[in-house]
């Protein structure tokens, strides 16, 4: 079964931090992965996408992709009362049908 | 950017009735559409995949002749909740892949879903 798992959180840290959001996979041919945010109510947004190993960096977030470890991560710099949301990790499988796998999602808070 | 828009964003019906909800890709054509549903908590879940101009394909335990899927433009679908009950009482997001680019998927505001 391909499954994506995240850490449910809460996750809290003060304004200014740094957040570290964490997410692991189990289908190893898994080749795109992105980073949604959700707030309480609304549908999720994109943030990141990322294919390739290493960094990538868009303002304050830093996608970070290991295929070897089936992990990735987003971090969040300089953390903001408004970055308070649901965030998701998503990949896209292996597989004809493309489709999206969601992890179930790390709460964040950041406390002013 | 990609822009997805549903409608009705919030709708409140009787048990037995049915509920169409409309997904449409407002400033790019899209060949493959999404739906999904999340309850209270949860994360989302994928119940269907909608391609244009051929039938849908419906996840494992959802009903297809309960969550009726019509994809008849580049730019439009429709998910229709026949004879709902209390229990389908949901929030149910669509997504569209944009046909220029196969692999990021742009959601929809959503559909908040009360059976009374």
């Known amino acids: 079964q391909k499954e994506v798992e995240q850490n449910s959180g809460p996750l809290s840290v003060p304004e200014g931090a740094i957040a570290s959001l964490n997410c692991t996979y189990s289908?190893?041919?898994?080749?795109?992965f992105f980073w949604y945010r959700q707030y309480s109510g609304k549908s999720p947004e994109l943030i990141m996408s990322i294919y390739s190993n290493g960094d990538k960096e868009d303002g304050r977030f830093t996608a970070q992709l290991n295929k070897a470890s089936q992990y990735v991560s987003l971090l969040i710099r300089d953390s903001q009362p408004s970055d308070s949301a649901t965030y998701l990790c998503a990949v896209i499988s292996s597989g004809s049908a493309r489709q999206l796998t969601f992890g179930s999602g790390t709460q964040l808070t950041v406390l002013p | 950017g990609a822009v997805v828009s549903q409608h009705p964003s919030r709708v409140i019906c009787k048990s037995g009735t049915s509920v169409k909800i409309e997904c449409r890709s407002l400033?790019?054509?899209?060949?493959?559409m999404f739906w999904y549903r999340q309850f209270p908590k949860q994360s989302l879940m994928l119940m269907a995949t909608?391609?244009?101009?051929?039938?849908?394909?419906?996840e494992q335990g959802v009903e297809k002749d309960k969550f009726l899927i019509n994809h008849a433009s580049l730019t439009l679908s429709t998910l229709t909740v026949t004879s709902a009950h209390p229990e389908d009482s949901s929030f149910y997001i669509c997504s569209a892949r944009d046909i220029q680019d196969q692999e990021t998927q742009y959601f929809g505001p959503g559909t908040r879903l009360l059976v009374l």
């Open positions: 400033d790019f054509q899209a060949t493959t």
């Open positions: 909608s391609n244009e101009g051929s039938k849908a394909t419906y």
């Open positions: 289908d190893r041919g898994s080749q795109s």
